[in-house]
T-cell receptor, first 112, second 116 residues
Framework: QKEVEQNSGPLSVPEGAIASLNCTYSDRGSQSFFWYRQYSGKSPELIMSIYSNGDKEDGRFTAQLNKASQYVSLLIRDSQPSDSATYLCAVNRRQAGTALIFGKGTTLSVSS | DAGVIQSPRHEVTEMGQEVTLRCKPISGHNSLFWYRQTMMRGLELLIYFNNNVPIDDSGMPEDRFSAKMPNASFSTLKIQPSEPRDSAVYFC??????????????FGPGTRLLVL
């Protein structure tokens, strides 16, 4: 089993819709969870972090964490064409201290 | 803040040649990470340093890869000899780790390496 799994997509949504991105992880001891956005040809940039079960909202973005199910998700409300990118889920690898393990990413395409 | 600085931004070399990638982390950050990204394997952690000490190098592919961090403001990743399968984008990232939960990692612009 891969440590962090994401559907590769592409996930296509119309402008203004809600985009839902999902991620599962294998290490039950993981405590820190992150969503990074990566535009084509660019480096990853952090958009959300979450550490506790439940929801965390920041503008149009909501991160959801369920440690019992080892599941983390990202919701993007009122999707914009500028949200079109690859979204990477990252989880800390407990055994290696503070290192992060990344999923392969989900490509999101928002059509206008 | 200048952010994480990487050089060179692009590197084209021939198989068998030595390649050295360089990274300057954000000032004040005490953790530095080297990643490699390919379409097939995604973003993989190669090695990370905390306070200039290598903590986890389990991601380093083989002996051809080596990394150093001689001081808090500079790190190198060396590939010798290089092979075509090493072609990838290599990212350096840094963070401020205070012993509690993971701090945000900030990525450099990456080095695009092509080994012919």
């Amino acid at each position: 089993q891969k440590e962090v799994e994401q559907n590769s997509g592409p996930l296509s949504v119309p402008e203004g819709a809600i985009a839902s991105l999902n991620c599962t992880y294998s290490d039950r001891g993981s405590q820190s969870f992150f969503w990074y956005r990566q535009y084509s040809g660019k480096s990853p940039e952090l958009i959300m972090s979450i550490y506790s079960n439940g929801d965390k909202e920041d503008g149009r973005f909501t991160a959801q964490l369920n440690k019992a199910s080892q599941y983390v998700s990202l919701l993007i409300r009122d999707s914009q064409p500028s949200d079109s990118a690859t979204y990477l889920c990252a989880v800390n690898r407990r055994q290696a201290g503070t290192a992060l393990i990344f999923g392969k990413g989900t490509t999101l395409s928002v059509s206008s | 803040d200048a952010g994480v600085i990487q050089s060179p931004r692009h590197e084209v070399t021939e198989m068998g040649q030595e390649v050295t990638l360089r990274c300057k982390p954000i000032s004040g950050h005490n953790s530095l990470f080297w990643y490699r990204q390919t379409m097939m394997r995604g973003l993989e952690l190669l090695i990370y340093f905390n306070n200039n000490v290598p903590i986890d190098d389990s991601g380093m592919p083989e002996d051809r890869f080596s990394a150093k961090m001689p001081n808090a403001s500079f790190s190198t990743l060396k590939i010798q000899p290089s092979e075509p399968r090493d072609s990838a984008v290599y990212f350096c990232a840094s963070s401020q780790t205070s012993g509690r939960v993971m701090e945000t990692q900030y990525f450099g612009p990456g080095t695009r390496l092509l080994v012919l």
